[in-house]
């Protein structure tokens, strides 16, 4: 988790508030592990091949694309009542 410096509506508070970001690089090492997977792919006979080391390796690079993935979708959190805000434009408030 990152700085909170950024401003978003919290529809839960109701109000303005600060936002805890998630960190940046987690977008970035989501993209190089999917340009990873391609390398994975195309060594898979000569990763294969080891099975005490390199096999284990590849299936842990593999598993922990998912772990990324989770992180690199990450959505800023209000700073007060932890709730997920996405960056969208605030909905016009209803008319009675
Ligand atoms: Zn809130």
Do not use: N
């Not at 284990?56 to 009542?81: K, N």
């Amino acid at each position: 988790m990152g700085e909170t410096t950024e401003h978003l509506h919290c529809p839960r508070c109701d109000a303005e508030r600060r936002v805890i970001q998630p960190w940046r690089g987690w977008k970035p090492a989501w993209l190089a592990w999917k340009v990873g997977v391609v390398g994975v792919l195309a060594l898979t006979p000569l990763l294969a091949s080891d099975f005490c080391v390199m096999l284990p390796s590849m299936m842990l690079y593999l598993a922990s694309g998912g772990i990324l993935r989770g992180l690199a979708r990450q959505l800023p959190v209000c700073s007060r009542c932890s709730l997920e805000i996405d960056g969208a434009p605030r909905p016009a408030p209803a008319v009675a």
